[in-house]
């Protein structure tokens, strides 16, 4: 027997990890979309027909926000539900990861956070491979700047860096709280209107705008927008949207393993 | 003779599931009323020690809630023992009862790779030796046909085929050896025959099946309530567990 050196068993250990996490995103995905790949794009029009409402009867209320151009809010709407879209449909989903692997869990040695991992990391692809090119060519159209579609990478970290912590802290408190669903899910709706999606961020009265400001999706919808609208790049909002992405991360990371002893009883 | 699995002083206690609320509104309203209560838990497993030598076939009987699948569990490193060491050397490969961790809406092929890697296996190594696997589980023309298309007889089939062919140091046998049909049932043992012969696998069986026991495994272990009562000889196992319990 060959003696293991510490750095080897943890490559090794990562490894297994990542191949753990490719096989449940490649399963989840089968199962979506039942080996027709262009299901994928079905994602896309929701946010199409739900900017499309918006536009409709908000676009006039706000106008003057947008330069007095529909599109520009229509642009805005949209980038907005795309962002918020993909954070309730990763975090929802990865809720109930871990329970409903817990047959598995009893059965097999595996690290129990490969589960909500991995489902992000599905609906992350389904995002880069339906919306994330409309929203390149979108900015290309808008800025005329070739080099621009590449920032929107950053945001994108930003946002899977928030999901994935998210996704670890609720998948493992639902392990206790099985009533959990219910709770998340009119949690997703308060945040759908506390997040400035379909209204400008200029109209919240300031003394509310605190409070607000602590949600990282806002931040990270105002990135994606100054790259699609207006071809800026702003560095200092990046690196407060991926220090939101980090410390969300961290937080839902330590959460899951202190807790992570007590859930094979629980499951 | 290496020591293939050593448990020293293993106890382990865990949470009752009745005594918990699975519950947040409930969790929340009686911290609000002061009357929530610190989660109740019990001892599964008393200072549990044992060794088991590479290429040996041990069995594991015992009542109902005797703790044996528990103690696999601790094995398998599933669960981690309150207090007390696990050892295990070389890779542990569990015998599924089927259904568990398999997806019905795959296909048979996919389901077969997907459940290698869960056993510690290479994605590419699955995808090479899926054939073999099919060829053995007698299911080669049903490679792409959705799992949940298969019967139950050959689930089983499938599930024993992966566990025997990732070739693992210890096999873990708990339940499911009635599998399949007179032939198949033949087969596999014939295998596992050959595992222990040639390859020297560890084979821990868990069985309320105590003939199966004494005609395969040279020593037994009766457990319990959680604790080791007799650590020998298999014939001398189960005279004594029929001893007390008849």
């Given at each position: 027997m060959v003696a293991e050196t510490p750095l080897n068993s943890l490559l090794r250990g990562g490894s297994r990890y990542l191949e753990l996490v490719h096989i449940l995103a490649e399963r989840a995905l089968t199962a979506r979309y039942r080996g027709s790949i262009?299901?994928?794009y079905w994602s896309v029009l929701s946010p199409v027909m739900m900017s499309a409402i918006y536009t409709g009867i908000f676009g006039r209320a706000f106008l003057s926000y947008y330069d007095n151009s529909y599109l520009r809010y229509a642009l805005a709407v949209f980038t907005g539900i795309v962002v918020f879209n993909f954070f309730s449909g990763a975090t929802s989903q990865a809720l109930t990861a871990v329970v409903h692997n817990g047959g598995l869990l009893n059965k097999v040695k595996l690290p129990m956070s490969v589960f909500p991992v991995a489902i992000v990391v599905a609906n992350c692809f389904q995002l880069v491979v339906g919306t994330l090119p409309l929203l390149a060519v979108l900015t290309l159209w808008q800025?005329?700047?070739?080099?621009?579609?590449?920032?929107?990478l950053l945001p994108l970290l930003a946002v899977v860096a928030v999901c994935l912590g998210m996704g670890l802290l609720v998948s493992g408190l639902y392990v206790f709280f099985r009533d959990l669903p219910y709770f998340y899910e009119i949690m997703v709706a308060v945040l759908s209107i506390a997040t400035p999606l379909f209204y400008p961020?200029?109209?919240?009265p300031e003394r509310f705008g605190v409070v607000l400001s602590l949600n990282p999706l806002g931040v990270i919808i105002q990135v994606v927008r100054d790259i699609v609208l207006?071809?800026?790049?702003?560095w200092d909002q990046i690196a407060v949207a991926l220090t939101a992405g980090g410390l969300t991360l961290l937080l839902g990371v330590v959460v899951f393993q202190t807790w992570r002893s007590h859930y094979m009883d629980m499951l | 003779m290496t020591e293939a699995i050593r448990l020293d002083r293993v106890s382990l206690w865990r949470r009752t599931?009745?005594?918990?609320?699975?519950d947040l509104k409930r969790t929340v309203l009686n911290i609000f009323e002061g009357k929530y209560r610190q989660p109740i838990r019990k001892q599964i497993l008393h200072e549990v020690s044992l060794t088991v030598i590479q290429g040996e076939r041990l069995g594991l009987i015992g009542a109902?809630?005797?703790?044996k699948s528990t103690l696999l569990k601790v094995i398998c490193g599933i669960l981690a023992p309150t207090s007390g060491t696990v050892r295990v050397r070389g890779a542990i490969a569990p015998l599924i009862e089927?259904?568990?961790?398999?997806?019905?809406?795959?296909s048979v092929l996919n389901n077969i790779i997907y459940y290698g890697v869960f056993l510690g296996f290479r994605r590419r190594e699955m995808q090479r030796r899926a054939g073999e696997i099919l060829e053995f589980a007698e299911l080669r023309d049903y490679a792409?046909?959705?799992?949940?298309?298969?019967s139950s007889g050959m689930k089983a089939r499938l599930g024993f085929a992966i566990a025997t062919q990732v070739e693992p140091e210890i096999l873990i046998l708990d339940?499911?050896?009635?599998?399949?049909d007179e032939n198949f049932r033949r087969k596999s043992q014939k295998r596992l025959e050959q595992f222990w012969q040639h390859r020297h696998t560890t084979i821990l069986t868990v069985s309320h099946n105590l003939d199966s026991i004494r005609d395969t495994c040279q020593r037994a272990i009766w457990l319990d309530r959680g604790k080791i009562r007799f650590i020998g000889d298999s014939r001398e196992a189960i005279a004594q567990y029929l001893a007390e319990t008849g």
């Open positions: 262009l299901g994928v800025t005329g700047n070739p080099l621009l579609p590449l920032a929107l961020p200029e109209i919240i207006r071809g800026i790049v702003a | 599931q009745e005594e918990f609320s699975y109902n809630g005797a703790g089927l259904g568990v961790g398999f997806d019905p809406e795959n792409l046909v959705p799992l949940k298309g298969l339940e499911v050896m009635a599998v399949g």
